[in-house]
């Protein structure tokens, strides 16, 4: 595709309610990275894969949260037992490169996360 | 947590004048990318400048490392309103897969 494309861009989810975010990277693009970003903040990194192997996921906050990209191009980013604190915006990002300091990252317009 | 820290947090000016950003960062690193996010959208990258470059410019984006410091400065020449974003530096731990942003500064450009 033209860009990196992530749905829904928005969901509200009611707090215990399970969500899954979906992320279709740059066809070709090696890398995929999820982050988490609060208001006024900067994001925060959850996981990188490299292809279909999840090589990091040492950002992910709790076991409710948990990422696949079992192809090694789309990904899937689920929430378990949504909780308030994880409202927040979740960007994908892709890359040609392995990592993120081969090639610039290009990233989605996010999934908004709201658990009320 | 994030090891990148922006500073001003937030910097309001005229059209025409010059912005300066700067940027801190804790770890050894091979490079340092700067970029921009405009409100409710994706982040969009501006620059790489790697940890054996001093200095780069790209149109009217001038960056520069100093490793020794463990910073770095973005400048915008002669700003324009479409110039108002939040701006960010990222850089990657080694091994290069945790990336790390900072908190980023909000620019205003006033017409």
């Known amino acids: 595709g033209a860009g990196v494309s992530q749905s829904p861009r928005y969901k509200v989810a009611k707090r215990g309610q399970d969500v899954a975010l979906r992320c279709d990277p740059i066809?070709?693009?090696?890398?995929l990275f999820w982050y988490q970003q609060a208001l006024g903040q900067g994001p925060e990194f959850l996981t990188y894969f490299q292809n279909e192997a999840q090589l990091d996921k040492s950002g992910l906050p709790s076991d409710r949260f948990f990422a696949e990209r079992p192809e090694g191009s789309v990904s899937t980013l689920k929430i378990q037992r949504t909780q308030q604190e994880d409202s927040a915006v979740y960007l994908c990002?892709?890359?040609?490169?392995?990592?993120?300091?081969?090639?610039?990252?290009?990233f989605g317009q996010g999934t908004r996360l709201t658990v009320v | 947590s994030q090891q990148g820290e922006e500073d001003p947090q937030a910097l309001s000016i005229q059209e025409g004048e010059n912005a300066t950003m700067n940027c801190s960062y804790k770890?050894?690193?091979?490079?340092l990318q700067w970029y921009r996010q405009n409100s409710g959208r994706g982040l969009v990258h501006l620059i790489l400048i790697r940890s054996n470059e001093r200095e780069k410019h790209s149109g009217r984006l001038r960056v520069t490392l100093d490793t020794s410091k463990k910073s770095s400065s973005l400048l915008i020449t002669a700003s324009r309103a479409a110039d108002t974003a939040s701006y960010f530096c990222?850089?990657?731990?080694?091994?290069?897969?945790?990336?790390?942003f900072g908190a980023g500064t909000r620019l205003f450009v006033k017409a």
């Open positions: 990002a892709s890359s040609l490169a392995r990592g993120f300091e081969g090639s610039e990252a290009f």
């Open positions: 066809s070709g693009h090696v890398s």
């Open positions: 770890t050894s690193i091979n490079n």
């Open positions: 990222a850089t990657a731990l080694t091994g290069g897969f945790k990336t790390i």
